[in-house]
């Protein structure tokens, strides 16, 4: 995901009006703290540039930043309807047989009632047993370890997002 030169898409994306640039911003994101932040960084010379100003944005969020990117995402298993975002996000759900969805349903109620939120993993490759075995993993963690592991993973989701969003011709 590195580019040294302006993408046609980087571009169009730094030509955009401030409020189609929030929008398209908030459809990588839902934290308008981590959207106002990319905003006002506003030409980017590269892809990268852009990127980093993404994590260093996502670093700088309160956890009530998070919590609003966060409301942001469906439950693993449960793609928005009609979001084609999401769906390909949780494609390694889609083959997943019915015991194992009801499985990840039954770990995404017990992880949101333990720390209050979706149950948040870059899904983008991963299978649904990964994505079950993370969860499993993950639902032990302190709540501060957790906060920070969900910052690293919406990171992620967030930089597969905004290349998708710069990096189409």
């Not at 929030?22 to 905003?39: D, F, K, P």
């Not at 995404?108 to 870059?122: D, K, M, S």
């Not at 299978?127 to 499993?136: H, L, N, P, S, Y």
Request: glycine share 8%.
């Amino acid at each position: 995901m590195t580019s040294t030169s302006t993408s046609p898409g980087l571009a169009r994306f730094n030509a955009l009006e401030e409020h189609a640039a929030h929008a398209a911003l908030l459809e990588v994101c839902a934290s308008t703290a981590w959207v106002r932040r990319l905003l006002a960084g506003r030409p980017y010379a590269s892809a990268e540039d852009l990127y980093t100003a993404g994590d260093t944005a996502m670093g700088e969020l309160t956890a009530d930043d998070l919590a609003e990117a966060m409301a942001g995402h469906p439950p693993i298993g449960r793609p928005k309807p009609g979001d084609p975002t999401s769906a390909r996000e949780q494609r390694g759900m889609s083959g997943a047989s019915e015991e194992l969805r009801a499985e990840m349903l039954e770990l995404n109620l017990a992880y949101q009632e333990r720390f209050g939120h979706v149950f948040l993993i870059c899904a983008t490759g991963r299978t649904a047993e990964q994505m079950r075995d993370a969860v499993k993993e993950r639902i032990g963690n302190a709540p501060e370890r957790e906060r920070e592991i969900v910052r690293t993973e919406l990171g992620r989701i967030n930089r597969i997002r905004l290349a998708r969003l710069v990096e189409e011709d």
